[in-house]
């Protein structure tokens, strides 16, 4: 799996995440490159609304993922202890690809873009990749991979990646 580069050298962490895996009321691991269990993302089955739990490998709950409903544009909410700390919205017109912006409360806000039903895309943070996302890295179906930067929230990019998967699907 390449390693993200922009004039800094090799760096970050890569996780592994099977696209299959992604369905309300499913539970799943996201692995290291390595094969470790590095987060469990646990689906809650019969609510209202998508709602998925973030945790780490011994349970401690990190984010709470929510859909919100009501919303022009379909919209996401990462919670860390009942606070929002990252908003994703699908993007109303995007005519040659897929668009999803990113509030993030107390900081700086960022923005996927590429092929997200394909899962070939980047999230950036000021014209920088903070993560790519990529299916070409293995050869496994079903698979994808996500390159997070050095120096960034890994749980919390792994977080909005899981929105915009949730997001993008088609249907």
């Known amino acids: 799996m390449p390693l993200l580069r922009k004039g800094r050298g090799p760096g970050g962490t890569q996780y592994r995440m099977r696209e299959k895996m992604f369905s309300i009321g499913d539970d ?72 999803y912006s990113i509030d993030v409360d107390g900081g700086e806000d960022m923005e996927a873009k590429g092929n997200i039903v394909d899962h070939e895309f980047k999230i950036e943070r000021g014209g920088d990749t903070v993560a790519e996302i990529s299916k070409r890295w293995f050869r496994v179906r079903d698979t994808y991979g996500i390159a997070v930067a050095p120096e960034q929230d890994d749980a919390l990019i792994l977080a909005i990646t899981v929105c915009i998967d949730q997001m993008g699907r088609p249907g």
């Open 28 to 99: 799943y691991w996201i692995e290291t490159a390595d094969g470790e269990r590095a987060f469990k993302v646990d689906g809650k089955a019969l609510r209202i609304r998508d709602t998925f739990v973030f945790e780490s490998p011994s349970g401690e709950e990190l984010y709470t993922i929510q859909e919100k409903k009501l919303h022009i544009r379909e919209t996401m909410e990462v919670e860390r202890g009942g606070k929002t700390v990252a908003t994703i919205k699908k993007a109303l017109i995007s005519p040659l690809r897929e668009r």
